[in-house]
Nanobody, 129 residues
Framework: VQLQASGGGLVQAGGSLRLSCTAS????????????VGWFRQAPGKGREFVAA????????WYSDSVKGRFTLSRDNAMNTAFLQMDGLTPEDTAVYSC???????????????????WGQGTQVTVSS
């Protein structure tokens, strides 16, 4: 496994979760910092959608309108890990969340799933009302 997502679970509406995405030391070594990181989610019966991404080149971070102001993407390159802090969760946030790595760095590229070359397995987030 090259990217490992974790931290999902069951939480009540209004609660918080922090997801982690850890890159394999064997695969990435100390190079994780030269890849952009994105988070996507897929709700039951729906397609996968963009959630957030951080550009490795500029450090810019972008969010979908549905999570802006509630979610925060950060990373610790020394730990080969990216985090998605999710606050103010609602039942509409229920989905399988996946992280991905990309060699691209612009908004238009990082909002597109096709620009990611490496995907972690998903972690389930369930928000009860």
């Amino acid at each position: 496994v090259q990217l490992q997502a974790s931290g999902g679970g069951l939480v009540q509406a209004g609660g918080s979760l922090r997801l982690s995405c850890t890159a394999s030391e064997r695969t990435y070594g100390s190079t994780f910092g030269i890849y952009s990181v994105g988070w996507f989610r897929q709700a039951p019966g729906k397609g996968r959608e963009f959630v957030a991404a951080k550009s490795y080149r500029t450090g810019s971070t972008w969010y979908s309108d549905s999570v802006k102001g509630r979610f925060t993407l950060s990373r610790d390159n020394a730990m080969n890990t990216a985090f998605l802090q999710m606050d103010g969760l609602t039942p509409e946030d229920t989905a399988v969340y996946s992280c991905a790595a990309s060699g691209y760095y612009t908004y238009s590229d990082l909002t597109s799933m096709s620009k990611y070359h490496d995907w972690g397995q998903g972690t389930q987030v369930t928000v009860s009302s």
